[in-house]
């Protein structure tokens, strides 16, 4: 499974931002992970197949997440973003629902709210 994200860069407090992730095929759940120095990994998003999604609460109401099956690519939607979001973002597949530590991971791109 290959994945490439996309859409990161350098955005100024309070505007927005939207990530894509084109992958070769979908898992059950697509997750976005994001982890900034000195900080552990975090769930921020998954949407599973039948769309249904999940936020962390760090972002909920801001972030929004959805799929694309025709461009086979999944959207990160971020809105009034702040300097905590401030991290880089992979694109991860979930087999389950629990388990994207397990999953493939995408390069990952960076986004900077300064």
């Known amino acids: 499974v290959q994945l490439v994200e996309s859409g990161g860069g350098l955005v100024q407090p309070g505007t927005s931002a939207r990530l894509s992730c084109v992958a070769s095929?979908?898992?059950?759940?697509m997750v976005w992970v994001r982890q900034a120095p000195g900080k552990e990994r975090e769930g921020v998003a998954s949407?599973?197949?039948?769309?249904?999604?999940s936020y962390a609460d760090s972002v909920k109401g801001r972030f929004t997440s959805s799929r694309d099956y025709d461009k086979n690519t999944v959207y990160l939607q971020m809105n009034n973003l702040n300097a905590e979001d401030t991290s880089l973002y992979y694109c991860?597949?979930?087999?389950?629902?629990?388990?994207?530590?397990?999953?493939?991971w995408g390069q990952g791109t960076q986004v900077t709210v300064s």
């Open positions: 991860v597949t979930d087999r389950d629902g629990a388990s994207w530590s397990l999953g493939y």
């Open positions: 949407i599973a197949n039948d769309g249904t999604t």
């Open positions: 095929e979908f898992s059950l759940y």
